[in-house]
């Protein structure tokens, strides 16, 4: 008898999903069968994140020559004023803005990066309010997650962590770190992609 006689399976949408696991008792490997939804809705793909920083250049300085991302445009000032790009920023920031630096930068997997540095800028007197509705962070990915932070370290950034902890002691080399830029912008550093990270479960 095969072990997939008793699997059912729609033509156009599968409704059940295979994963395996080994069985250590017996040494055999097993096929697990999930049942799962199938959901209409169509998973968006990231464009690009807003970050605002003190300091223009120095902030391109650090993201290009640290994190190796492109520049693809250069700073660039936007004033208030009677232009479309103008009106569209009234649009966001409302009337009174004045006038902001502005440079975009890539990732290695295509991801945009908008640097901002606001005429009016302040840093917060607590950047880490990670309890407050907002988004707190964002992650990178490097294979040698210690060359990378103490890069970020050796160009005026910190450590939040005092080394990278494993998801998976001793099983995985899968591991992070929490880190800041100069500028008090809160990074993670994953050594591994996020599928990787989660899909056997890191809390298990």
């Known amino acids: 008898m095969s072990i997939f006689d008793n699997l059912t399976f729609i033509s ?93 930068l890539s990732t290695g997997d295509r991801i945009g990066v908008e640097l901002f540095q606001f005429t009016n800028q302040e840093n917060p007197k607590d950047n880490f309010e990670y309890w407050k509705t907002s988004i707190f962070h964002f992650c990178v990915q490097d294979p040698n997650v210690e060359e990378l932070a103490e890069k970020i370290v050796a160009a005026g950034g910190k450590k939040r962590m005092k080394a990278p902890r494993y998801y998976y002691p001793g099983e995985k080399p899968y591991r992070m770190i929490y880190m800041e830029d100069p500028f008090g912008n809160i990074l993670e550093i994953y050594s591994h992609s996020y599928e990787l990270h989660y899909a056997s479960g890191a809390y298990n």
């Open 12 to 104: 156009e949408l599968p409704i059940l999903t295979l994963s395996t696991r080994n069985d250590e008792q017996h040494g055999n490997t097993l096929i697990q069968c999930k049942e799962v939804k199938m959901s209409n809705t169509y998973p968006r793909s990231f464009s690009h994140i807003g970050i605002s920083v003190p300091d223009l250049d120095a902030a391109v300085k650090f993201y290009t020559e640290v994190l190796g991302w492109y520049l693809i445009m250069q700073p660039t000032e936007i004033v208030e004023e009677d232009t479309p790009i103008g009106e569209m920023c009234t649009d966001v920031f409302g009337a009174g803005w004045g006038s902001f630096r502005i440079a975009h």
